[in-house]
């Protein structure tokens, strides 16, 4: 068995940086910050108390939590009885948090807040195999019993019990080729399936991450996306392999003042994050004076040139630096100071992103290095990172896994990131895999000369219209969706005659588009009907794609009032669009743009 185990990854950490930060949050407006050594004796206190419940070897524990250092250090916790850690979504209903626990076989759950604690009491009584709820927030109104108890009598019942021998000798056989998660896809179609992860799987991605991306004990990473999102999720156990401090944004709507007050030096985000901030600056520029977007063309256009040329290490002439300098202390120290003025690199992933914007914040030196994975994978199958990097693609493969392309276009891996299967679905997993063992990843791309991966769309998603054209409807909402204006989209077209769209407006830009401009309304309903906004979004969605395809431009569409919901069953918790429930619940709309 395999010496690799994230728990005692993190342990060794504690012991080796002391009373440096590991973790903070934001606690009554004010960042609570917990040292490694602190870190460690809440995860033993924690492990201690789980064994006075009888937490077993391979035996399932859910969290139900938003971003918070409790929810690292009970996973840690788990993982340290060679227990398995079972997440959900902060966003997840009762129905959907009971499906996970009753999949799962999860006898106890920890919960963040009271909207996660009154979902778990909205079914706890009559579940059963749930049997003990444990709060992370002492201050959710919780009826304390022999059931529930709070995070912070747990470390205390931990501390008293003297369990920690039988920890440690948990701790002593654990090893790489334990399962630590079990990861729920988010079900863009059918019910959600638990991939199988072991602790051996993470440590191939962090080999992988280690050979393209600089990171250590001097990094502060911002942890944006949700810990119950795998990408997320691996993303915090590397940085910490390192010994880099993690600072957890539990409110995302938030996120530009964590940029400022944190000032991280690295972060997961997906394609859409980048989308709005990128949307937002150029909206800004479209306003300005000829002179000024003059002068921020000039500044993006000589700091792209600067930072290809320093990335390929080749050479910068002294004026090309003198433009760049003075470019940079003109526009780009501004955007690198949105960002807090100290960001080295975003990773991305989940959704195309455009080249475009991968330059645009090249050109303020802040690489985005765009990958491609999914939760089976744990996650990444390859990544562009600063060494290699091709804009445009996902980048070069890991070397922790292989790809091959089947013949009707689907990306196949194997390698040592890939999953086991799917827990208690046997069919599933068979269908999953090649006779001869490769995933089935359900994307179709391409594999260039150089050995870079290119991603078309999701296998099911491709549309065929009416006249035979095939056509990806990913890339053409992201060519949409990086407006301003526009806050989601998706396309229609299958076995129809064309292409169409429901789009949801970004409101706040919208409402003030028409107070701008003199456009009366009186609620939302009322503002896309206007002929004005209407020919607004036909002028700018034609603009944005007008180097498609006549087959791929998009040649109706209809504006929404209110956008897809995770509760209307219309997204997912990792906010993918679910396109059947979408296309079942707009049909007259829909149906509309065809007569």
């Not at 002179?291 to 002439?317: D, M, P, Q």
């Not at 498609?548 to 219309?570: M, N």
Request: proline share 3%; aromatic share 12%.
């Amino acid at each position: 068995m395999g010496n690799e185990h994230l728990s005692r990854m993190v342990l060794q950490q504690c012991g080796q940086y002391g009373n440096r930060d590991a973790l903070a949050s934001k606690v009554d407006g004010q960042w609570k910050k917990l040292s490694w050594a602190a870190m460690a004796d809440q995860i033993t206190a924690a492990a201690a108390g789980l064994l006075n419940f009888g937490v077993d070897v391979e035996e399932k524990v859910a969290v139900f939590s938003q971003n918070r250092p409790e929810w690292a250090i009970a996973d840690y916790a788990v993982m340290c009885l060679r227990g398995v850690t079972v997440p959900v979504y902060a966003t997840n209903s009762a129905e959907q948090a009971e499906y996970i626990v009753n999949d799962a076989g999860v006898r106890i759950i920890f919960v963040g807040g009271q909207p996660q604690y009154d979902a778990v009491m909205r079914f706890f009584k009559g579940n059963s195999t749930l049997q003990k709820v444990i709060v992370f927030d002492d201050s959710v109104n919780a009826e304390k019993s022999d059931s529930v108890l709070f995070f912070s009598d747990l470390l205390k019942e931990g501390k008293a019990s003297g369990n920690m021998d039988e920890v440690q000798k948990r701790l002593d056989a654990a090893g790489s080729d334990d399962v630590c998660t079990l990861i729920y896809t988010s079900g863009t179609t059918g019910d959600p399936k638990g991939a199988i992860l072991t602790h051996g799987n993470f440590f191939s991605q962090f080999r992988c991450l280690d050979e393209g991306f600089p990171m250590d004990e001097n990094n502060i990473a911002l942890c944006f996306l949700p810990l119950s999102h795998a990408y997320e999720k691996c993303s915090d156990y590397w940085v910490q392999t390192h010994g880099a401090a993690i600072y957890y944004c539990e409110n995302p709507a938030l996120i530009l003042d964590y940029f400022k007050e944190v000032r991280p030096t690295y972060m997961v985000g997906v394609p859409r994050l980048y989308e709005k901030m990128y949307a937002a600056i150029y909206e800004g520029v479209e306003k300005a004076s000829g002179l000024k977007r003059k002068i921020f063309n000039f500044a993006v256009r000589n700091g792209k040139e600067y930072h290809f040329r320093r990335l390929a290490g080749t050479f910068r002439s002294p004026f090309l630096r003198l433009k760049y300098f003075l470019g940079y202390k003109l526009v780009l120290k501004k955007i690198r100071d949105v960002l807090g003025g100290r960001l080295n690199f975003f990773s991305a992933g989940g959704a195309p992103l455009s080249h475009e914007i991968e330059e645009f914040f090249l050109a303020a030196g802040i690489f985005i290095g765009q990958g491609y994975g999914l939760t089976e994978t744990s996650p990444c199958i390859a990544a562009n990172n600063p060494g290699k990097f091709r804009f445009g693609s996902v980048g070069p493969l890991f070397s922790c896994n292989q790809v091959r392309i089947a013949e009707d276009g689907e990306i196949l891996v194997k390698g040592d990131n890939v999953t086991r299967g799917y827990y208690n679905k046997p069919e599933q997993t068979a269908e999953s895999f090649t006779e001869d063992g490769w995933f089935r990843t359900g994307d179709i791309g391409h594999i260039d000369d150089e050995g870079f991966l290119f991603i078309t769309d999701r296998k099911k998603d491709i549309i065929v219209t009416a006249g035979g054209k095939n056509i990806a409807p990913q890339q053409v909402e992201s060519m949409v969706g990086k407006d301003f204006y526009v806050e989601q989209i998706i396309t229609i077209g299958d076995k129809r005659k064309f292409i169409s769209a429901l789009v949801v407006p970004s409101f706040d830009a919208l409402e003030q588009y028409a107070k701008d401009n003199g456009i009366s309304f009186s609620s939302h309903d009322d503002l896309i009907k206007k002929p004005e906004v209407i020919a607004l979004y036909e002028q700018r969605i034609a603009s944005n794609t007008e180097s498609l395809s006549h087959a791929e431009q998009i040649k109706k569409f209809r504006l929404l009032s209110k956008p897809f919901s995770q509760e209307d069953g219309e997204i997912t918790p990792t906010m993918k669009i679910k396109r059947k429930v979408v296309e079942h619940n707009y049909k007259d709309i829909i149906d509309s743009m065809y007569q």
